[in-house]
């Protein structure tokens, strides 16, 4: 993929392109596309689908992301504006979503994610000592992908023998290229596999309340009305997607960039209490998640106009590379004084599993250094990333 985009014309007076978010690229290139996007437009319109907008301009972004009033949730998919389907609580706006995070607030608050610390670190650590015997290994299978989404189940209560088959979701749904799922059956085979495992684990709790986050929120009331089976569904749905590859992803992030930084490594080896900040600046320079919402009304946004009822793609990364925002924006500064990116989103959506993902994330860099510090990229790799949230597809690293 060249950094460059096809035009397509103009749409209201600003440039279109054929812009598909879904494709992937060598490792990086999405990063650079937004990069030379961000320098050049101050928005733009991709003729993919129905067609949507794409702001380009950092602030914008984020003041759109704050604005629920006029930039719903009811779709966050740019390629499908009326969804049939209902990711809780991604896809409600306030007043009820709010009533959604005061509820999960407790599972995901700073003090019951510092409870959790003890196991997220055990988990870690006996996975890397696995690994170290060994003189090398593909990293996102063998560690980054099993770690978090293991600490993600028992959360859930899901039974932790069923790991393999979730991560064979995962990779169905989130990984495929166009070329390995063309017309898109077995990422909607996939699906329809974790619906119906939902369905079932939601249906044993129905019976038999256990001592889990499932059982506990199924007891739940929303405006005064039991929440039922379908939107139990939508929740679990929505937790899947949200809690299960981000972490891995950045985790993947993580350890490629101290492999292609030795320097910066040798640093966080000497000296690990650089590593917060090192995952703080790792979060904001690779940022994955490219949120979307839908307009409410006719609404002009980072010099894009857009009508009620559009599509609006809002890329965190711009904001989070922004040089007016940072100096060397692009470079992770282990030294680096305020951060403050919005990696985790920002506005009623923010991320809910902020606090969870900063611990898993630091562990898992603490814990591997402590055992691997010295280790490479293992030569003859062609290193990829996936579209739609931008994670690298494999990587093997030695040691
Ligand atoms: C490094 C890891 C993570 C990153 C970068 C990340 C990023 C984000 C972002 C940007 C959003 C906002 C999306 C939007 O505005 O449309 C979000 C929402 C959310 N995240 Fe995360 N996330 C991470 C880990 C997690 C984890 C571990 C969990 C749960 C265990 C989680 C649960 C959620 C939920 C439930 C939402 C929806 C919140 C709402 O709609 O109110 N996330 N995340």
């Known amino acids: ?132 015997t060994r003189d090398g290994a593909e990293v996102l299978d063998e560690f980054a992908r099993c770690f978090p989404t293991l600490i993600f189940m028992r959360l859930m ?35 329809a596999e974790v619906s119906a495992y939902f369905e079932e684990q939601i249906a044993l709790r129905r019976k038999a309340p256990r001592d889990d986050l499932l059982s506990t929120a199924m007891a739940w009331t929303i405006d005064g009305e039991p929440i039922d089976d379908r939107d139990m ?40 209490s650089l590593i917060a900040t090192g995952v703080e600046e790792i979060l904001r320079v690779y940022s994955p998640v490219v949120p979307a919402r839908k307009a409410t009304r006719d609404v002009e946004i980072g010099g894009c106009p857009v009508k009620a009822g559009e599509m609006v793609m809002l890329p965190i990364v711009v904001a989070n590379r922004d040089p007016e925002r940072y100096d060397n924006p692009l470079e992770v500064d282990l030294h680096r004084k305020a951060t403050n990116h919005i990696a985790f989103g920002s506005g009623p959506h923010r991320c809910l599993g902020s606090h969870l993902a900063r611990l898993e994330l630091n562990v898992a860099v603490e814990e591997w250094h402590r055992r691997i510090p010295h280790y490479r990229i293992a030569e003859g790799q062609e290193l990829w990333q996936h579209g739609n949230m931008y994670g690298i597809k494999s990587l093997r690293l030695e040691w």
């Open 1 to 132: 993929m060249s950094t460059t985009l096809e035009p397509d014309g103009t749409h209201e007076g600003l440039p279109a392109y054929r812009f598909d978010n879904r494709l992937g690229g060598p490792v990086l290139s999405h990063h650079e596309r937004w990069d030379e996007m961000a320098g050049t437009h101050g928005g733009f319109r991709s003729t993919v689908a129905r067609g949507f907008w794409v702001v380009t301009d950092g602030p914008a972004v984020q003041e759109a992301l704050q604005d629920w009033r006029t930039f719903s949730s009811t779709s966050v998919t740019v390629l499908e504006p009326d969804p049939k389907f209902l990711w809780i609580p991604e896809m409600l706006d306030p007043p009820t979503h709010s009533v959604w995070r005061r509820l999960l607030g407790r599972f995901f608050s700073p003090g019951a994610v510092a409870a959790r610390e003890p196991e997220v670190r055990q988990v870690a650590g006996e996975m890397i000592d696995e690994l170290r």
């Open 157 to 191: 209560g899901l039974p932790e023998e069923d790991l393999g088959t979730f991560l064979a979701w995962t990779h169905e749904l989130l990984h495929l290229s166009h070329r390995e799922d063309p017309d898109g059956a077995r990422q909607l085979t996939a699906m």
């Open 233 to 272: 569904l939508g929740f679990c749905v929505l937790m899947f997607q949200a809690g299960f590859d981000t972490v891995p992803i950045s985790v993947g992030w993580a350890l490629y960039h101290f492999a292609a930084h030795p320097e910066q490594r040798a640093e966080i080896v000497a000296d690990p």
